[in-house]
């Protein structure tokens, strides 16, 4: 069983509608969890970084994680036709050992926004 | 502020050849990590330098190498290459190991 889950999709939904992206995992002692986006070509780029759980808001982008449940999200709302891509959630323990530098990533799912 | 920068962006190799990709960190970035992503096993993490010093290493042979120069430069090596090396290796940079970590563009390995 892979430490990291992530349904790689494909999801395709229409211009404006609201995406829901998910990941569990297993290893309790991950604390920093982030969401990327890669386009093709392209190097995955940082769009969400939260410690511990709770939420957080950035502009169109809502990260959420339930460390209970070992459960991370990211929501897109009003999604564009530039934000298909591909989404990749990452986990990483406290510095340290076998985490220094250490993301672990989930297969990412490949979304497509058409107009 | 420049990103992080990895050439050459495309390289072409036969079996049991060796190669070497380079990384350039966001300026005053000491922490080089460096991943492999390939459409079966996605991204997976090879190893960490911090101050010239590899702190952290992943499940890979010791055929992967790297090191880190003194600007915080960092290189990778691949020594007897294999089919399955074939891969996009990707670097990431941030001020200390567990801060949010940027990516360059990756490196586009192919090997015959």
């Known amino acids: 069983q892979k430490e990291v889950e992530q349904d790689p999709g494909p999801l395709s939904v229409p211009e404006g509608a609201i995406v829901s992206l998910n990941c569990t995992y297993s290893n309790s002692a991950f604390q920093y969890f982030m969401w990327y986006r890669q386009y093709s070509r392209k190097g995955p780029e940082l769009l969400m970084y939260t410690y511990s759980s709770g939420n957080k808001e950035d502009g169109r982008f809502t990260a959420q994680v339930d460390k209970s449940s070992k459960y991370i999200s990211l929501f897109i709302r009003d999604s564009q036709p530039s934000d298909s891509a591909t989404y990749l959630c990452?986990?990483?323990?406290?510095?340290?050992?076998?985490?220094?530098?250490?993301?672990?990533f989930g297969q990412g799912t490949i979304l497509t926004v058409h107009p | 502020k420049a990103g992080v920068t990895q050439t050459p962006r495309y390289l072409i190799k036969t079996r049991g050849q060796q190669v070497t990709l380079s990384c350039s960190p966001i300026?005053?970035?000491?922490?080089v990590s460096w991943y492999q992503q390939t459409p079966g096993q996605g991204l997976q993490f090879l190893f960490e330098?911090?101050?010239?010093?590899?702190?952290n290493k992943g499940n890979f042979p010791g055929r992967f190498s790297g090191r880190q120069f003194s600007n915080s430069r960092s290189e990778m090596n691949v020594s007897t290459l294999e089919l399955g090396d074939s891969a996009l290796y990707l670097c990431a940079s941030s001020r200390v190991g567990n801060q949010p970590q940027h990516f360059g563009d990756g490196t586009r390995l192919s090997i015959l």
């Open positions: 990452a986990m990483s323990g406290d510095a340290g050992g076998t985490s220094y530098g250490k993301l672990t």
């Open positions: 300026s005053g970035h000491r922490s």
């Open positions: 330098y911090f101050s010239e010093t590899q702190r």
